[in-house]
């Protein structure tokens, strides 16, 4: 299947998987078409699956006070999940939201978790995984404290000119943490 295939071309540009890991892997996984608006993962619930991103976006949020935070998004090619509850095994602190129809590959972590013993390769793979999460939230939060809010929209353009055509003012606002009306402010100053 195309889909498989686009999954393991993405496993491959982080490192080589032999047939042997790919064999272990492959039989778990599952295709799935999701709408536009669902929620893959749920804040408050236990997650049990990591997904990759055959099409579409997705959004990273959390509600605090009656206001959503969006913290990150993805798009086509890219690992998703609520990685705090992946690790922990505690309940989710995000939702992640389809903001297109999307299509995934999921995998389900318990069997992920068992391959990581069998296989060094895929134990591997998992870690890369959590160190390219980790370094994009990084860069993110010292951008939030060191760069000005158009700063961070210019970066954003430039490195992702897709997500600023694609997503909502509000999404955008919240993902650079400055409020809907400056950030169209910001926006006219570009055109």
Known sequence: ????QELRK??????????????????????????????????????????FLVSGITRNFFIRNDKEYTIEFHFQGEFVTGYYSIITGEPSIITVETLTDTEVVLFPFDIIRSNYLENVKAANFGRIIAEVQYTKRLKK???????????????????????????????????????????????????
Request: without cysteine.
């Open 141 to 191: 939060e010292m951008d939030l404290l060191s760069l000005t809010a158009e700063e961070r929209y210019s970066k954003l353009l430039q490195q992702r000119p897709e997500l600023v055509k694609k997503i909502s003012v509000k999404h955008l606002s919240s993902y650079l943490g400055i409020q809907p009306e400056s950030l169209s402010r910001i926006r006219k100053s570009y055109i």
């Open 1 to 4: 299947m195309q889909q498989l």
């Open 10 to 51: 993405a496993i491959e540009n982080y490192f080589p998987i032999d047939e042997e890991a790919w064999s272990l892997l492959e039989p778990t996984l599952e295709i799935t078409k999701i709408k536009k608006g669902s929620q893959l993962v749920k804040e408050g619930e236990t997650e049990d699956s990591i997904y």
